[in-house]
């Protein structure tokens, strides 16, 4: 079983639909992160948090540490919102490495 | 604007023969990273450095070795490629403790691979 899994693992939407995308994790964390893989391959960091919710343009990324749970919604959809959403968690015993633990991703597609 | 850029971006090799992928990095941060990415896996760590001369191994890093002789390169060897080792190569970094944007970790645009 992988430590940090995401839900769906595809998921295609309409222009404009809300959109929850989904994280859990089996380890200790002391932070989780969202990343964004363009299809050009770029990766960019979202998102770091390691409680409550934080909020940039139509995104918002959710975690409930109790809980081992993570959320990345995104409002009012658009097409080129259309990547790659990677979360990791960064171990507590990180030490240097930083050790982060990444999921397999969530491929979403937005149709016009 | 890239602060940090790989090289080659693309590389198609025969079995058996020496690669280096090379990561520079303009923003004279501490840490830095390579991991590979492959179709149903995560990324995945091969090895990491954390200053100049100072590395250590990730947890897929047979086959890999690394070198950091300034500050700003990286770079990652293959001595003798195989197959399995065809990938997207990402290289990334992230600043010392303390320092603003600590915790982020900045990619690199990935370097593609193909041993044939």
């Known amino acids: 079983k992988n430590e940090v899994e995401q839900s769906p693992q595809n998921l295609t939407a309409q222009e404009g639909e809300f959109i929850t995308i989904n994280c859990s994790y089996s380890?200790?964390?002391?932070?989780l992160h969202w990343l964004q893989q363009h299809p050009g391959g770029g990766i960019v960091s979202l998102f770091m948090?390691?409680?409550g919710k934080k909020k940039h343009g139509r995104l918002i990324a959710t975690i409930n540490i109790q809980e081992k749970h993570s959320s990345l919604h995104i409002t009012a959809s658009h097409p080129r919102d259309s990547a790659v959403y990677i979360c990791a968690g960064r171990a507590l015993d990180g030490g240097s490495q930083g050790n982060l633990i990444f999921g397999k991703g969530t491929k979403l597609s937005v149709k016009p | 604007d890239a602060g940090i850029t790989q090289s080659p971006r693309h590389k198609v090799t025969e079995t058996g023969t020496p690669v280096t992928l090379r990561c520079h990095q303009t923003e004279n941060h501490r840490y830095m990273y390579w991991y590979r990415q492959d179709p149903g896996h995560g990324l995945r760590l091969i090895h990491y450095s954390y200053g100049v001369k100072d590395t250590d191994k990730g947890e897929v890093s047979d086959g890999y070795s690394v070198s950091r002789s300034k500050t700003e390169d990286f770079l990652l060897t293959l001595e003798s490629a195989t197959s399995s080792q065809t990938s997207v190569y990402f290289c990334?970094?992230?600043?010392?403790?303390?320092?603003?944007?600590?915790?982020?970790?900045?990619f690199g645009a990935g370097s593609r691979l193909t041993v044939l």
């Open positions: 990334a970094i992230r600043p010392l403790a303390g320092a603003s944007g600590a915790n982020v970790l900045t």
């Open positions: 380890v200790g964390i002391s932070a």
């Open positions: 948090l390691s409680s």
